[in-house]
């Protein structure tokens, strides 16, 4: 069935320094593709996302890209800081259903 | 705007016990999610509602579970009888269009079933 695969699960950086989040989807069909921030104790909230016709997006510190021959997409964070702290959720979707990745836990040491 | 609400925001109940969660969504949005949460699992769609008719409710696990959504401000989704298996932390997220979209998610009811 459709999946999405996102690595790393965990990632500690030093605040100041890059994260990169990839993930990997199944469904050829998919064409939106959105990245949630999910704090503790909180809902998922929409950070970025990209559409199958855009290769990159950038919105100030938060960037997104998608190679849609290799089915791959990555979320890059510049100059992280400790607020960025939170799980990270990537997912693939067309019409109403998004598949979600089974996220990636950000620490930012400070 | 308020967000998508959600109550309760915590529920203990006993096996064997009915639960209801409610959800009443962004007002203007007519498409209404029903997600479950947990470790094992990650975030699945239960139930998708468009214009407060039931479209997909191939996630819902079993027939302990439905959903129903009497107008375009309310919706509800019951455990009827519920397990410890049920426990989980279930969203409901609405969309002011079905597609390409944000989905605004409410901050979740976290349910724990003994």
């Given at each position: 069935?459709?999946?999405?695969?996102?690595?790393?699960?965990?990632?500690?950086?030093?605040?100041g320094?890059?994260?990169?989040?990839?993930?990997?989807?199944?469904?050829?069909?998919?064409?939106?593709?959105?990245?949630?921030?999910?704090?503790?104790?909180?809902?998922?909230?929409?950070?970025?996302?990209?559409?199958?016709?855009?290769?990159?997006?950038?919105?100030?510190?938060i960037?997104?890209?998608?190679?849609?021959?290799?089915?791959?997409?990555?979320?890059?964070?510049?100059?992280?800081?400790?607020?960025?702290?939170?799980?990270?959720f990537?997912?693939?979707?067309?019409?109403?259903?998004?598949?979600?990745?089974?996220?990636?836990?950000l620490?930012?040491?400070? | 705007?308020?967000?998508?609400?959600?109550?309760?925001?915590?529920?203990?109940?006993?096996?064997?016990?009915?639960?209801?969660?409610?959800?009443?969504?962004?007002?203007?949005?007519?498409?209404?999610?029903?997600?479950?949460?947990?470790?094992?699992?990650?975030?699945?769609?239960?139930?998708?509602?468009?214009?407060?008719?039931?479209?997909d409710d191939?996630?819902?696990?079993?027939?302990?579970?439905?959903?129903k959504?009497?107008?375009?401000?309310?919706?509800?989704?019951?455990?009827?009888?519920?397990?410890?298996r049920?426990?989980?932390?279930?969203?409901?997220?609405?969309?002011?269009?079905?597609?390409?979209?944000?989905?605004?998610?409410?901050?979740?009811?976290?349910?724990?079933?003994?």
């Amino acid at each position: 069935g459709e999946n999405v695969e996102q690595h790393p699960s965990t990632l500690s950086v030093q605040e100041g320094d890059s994260a990169v989040i990839k993930c990997t989807y199944s469904d050829s069909a998919s064409n939106y593709f959105p990245w949630y921030k999910q704090e503790l104790g909180k809902g998922p909230q929409l950070i970025i996302d990209i559409r199958s016709n855009v290769g990159e997006k950038k919105d100030q510190r938060i960037a997104v890209t998608l190679n849609k021959t290799a089915k791959h997409f990555s979320l890059h964070i510049t100059e992280t800081q400790p607020e960025d702290s939170a799980v990270y959720f990537c997912a693939a979707g067309g019409t109403y259903k998004y598949i979600f990745g089974t996220g990636t836990r950000l620490k930012v040491l400070a | 705007d308020a967000g998508v609400i959600q109550s309760p925001r915590h529920e203990v109940t006993e096996m064997g016990q009915e639960v209801t969660l409610r959800c009443k969504p962004i007002s203007g949005h007519n498409s209404l999610f029903w997600y479950r949460q947990t470790m094992m699992r990650g975030l699945e769609l239960l139930i998708y509602f468009n214009n407060n008719v039931p479209i997909d409710d191939s996630g819902m696990p079993e027939d302990r579970f439905s959903a129903k959504m009497p107008n375009a401000s309310f919706s509800t989704l019951k455990i009827q009888p519920s397990e410890p298996r049920d426990s989980a932390v279930y969203f409901c997220a609405s969309s002011p269009v079905a597609g390409y979209y944000e989905q605004y998610f409410g901050p979740g009811t976290r349910l724990t079933v003994t």
